[in-house]
């Protein structure tokens, strides 16, 4: 937007007459430039979901119901993940996601998708599919429903399917007879790194990379989206899309982090992504702060009727 467009629409909220061109000097946005964000993020979604919701105007309208899934403390007593309620992980989430055009179900029978909303911080020794209560990458159905009393499983993870398991090799020959490594092992898979890991042509200092970010603990989002429509008439789970994000928990804290993630999450929310991506941001939420307006000089607007 240039600077002619983004001072008129200033002058329009703030009601002063548009016949001078206003400078202001008192906005100014609130960020911590010096603390950027690295997030991985990995994003699946079904080829017929995808020719639906991307068209040539933009992303579809979409609506959606929000339900409570798995919440992660992992090993260290994390005092920031204990400030956080659910409710806040979804309100940030649901400001973001309008960027794909995805906005609440105002009535509960109503709605496309039941968004599934896993969070915390990794530190899972345990076996992945013990853990979740998978028994089967094809059952299409995973131990979740919503007479759970919101404790949620992870439905069948499509974006990981059981032939390509990263635990089966994926570059980590020799490194299967700790616990650290079953740990790295079950958090590629649990944050969606088991794809980048065991695509092929993967250079030794990519795989060093992406292992050193599975070494330490990470806060973590992940979102499943089921066809709510389909839940209610079939009485069966149809995934949609899932999306994993995460970023390293050292140097921030989940208060923080939750903003980070979603922010950086947002343009792939519903998409199919090939590769493990790396997007870049800022730590923590953002405001944009008014301060009192200044009128540091006026210029005429020329009359386009003469």
């Not at 016949?19 to 979604?45: E, I, N, P, Q, W």
């Not at 995808?50 to 068209?55: F, P, Q, R, S």
């Not at 992945?128 to 059952?139: C, F, N, P, R």
Request: net charge negative.
């Amino acid at each position: 937007m240039n600077m002619r467009n983004c001072v008129n629409k200033t002058l329009n909220r703030f009601g002063v007459a548009a016949g001078c061109l206003v400078v202001l000097s008192a906005l100014s946005v609130t960020v911590d430039a010096k603390r950027k964000a690295r997030v991985y993020v990995d994003s699946y979604a079904t080829e017929e979901y995808v020719a639906k919701k991307d068209g040539a105007e933009g992303p579809v309208f979409e609506t959606y119901h929000f339900f409570k899934g798995r919440y992660f403390g992992g090993f260290i007593a994390d005092k920031s993940l204990d400030k956080v309620e659910f409710q806040d992980v979804v309100e940030t989430l649901a400001e973001f996601m309008q960027v794909r055009n995805y906005f609440p179900a105002r009535d509960r029978t109503d709605g496309d998708l039941l968004i599934v909303v896993h969070w915390g911080v990794t530190g899972v020794e345990e076996d992945w599919d013990e853990l979740m209560g998978i028994t089967s990458y094809d059952s299409g159905v995973g131990d979740f429903g919503p007479g759970d009393g919101g404790g949620g499983e992870f439905g069948p993870d499509a974006s990981a399917p059981a032939g390509a398991a990263f635990d089966s090799g994926g570059g980590f020959e020799g490194y299967n007879n700790d616990n650290s490594s079953r740990s790295v092992a079950s958090n590629a898979r649990l944050l969606g790194f088991s794809k980048a890991l065991n695509k092929r042509g993967l250079s030794p200092s990519e795989e060093y990379e992406l292992r050193m970010e599975l070494q330490d603990e990470r806060y973590f989002i992940i979102l499943m989206a089921y066809d709510w429509q389909h839940l209610q008439s079939e009485k069966e789970f149809k995934l949609q899309w899932s999306t994993r994000f995460s970023l390293n928990s050292i140097g921030t804290n989940f208060v923080e982090a939750h903003h980070t993630l979603s922010r950086a999450a947002m343009t792939h929310f519903g998409t199919n992504l090939e590769d493990l991506e790396s997007e870049r941001t800022f730590h923590g939420e953002g405001k944009i702060e008014h301060g009192e307006l200044e009128i540091i000089g006026t210029e005429e607007v020329p009359d386009r009727n003469k």
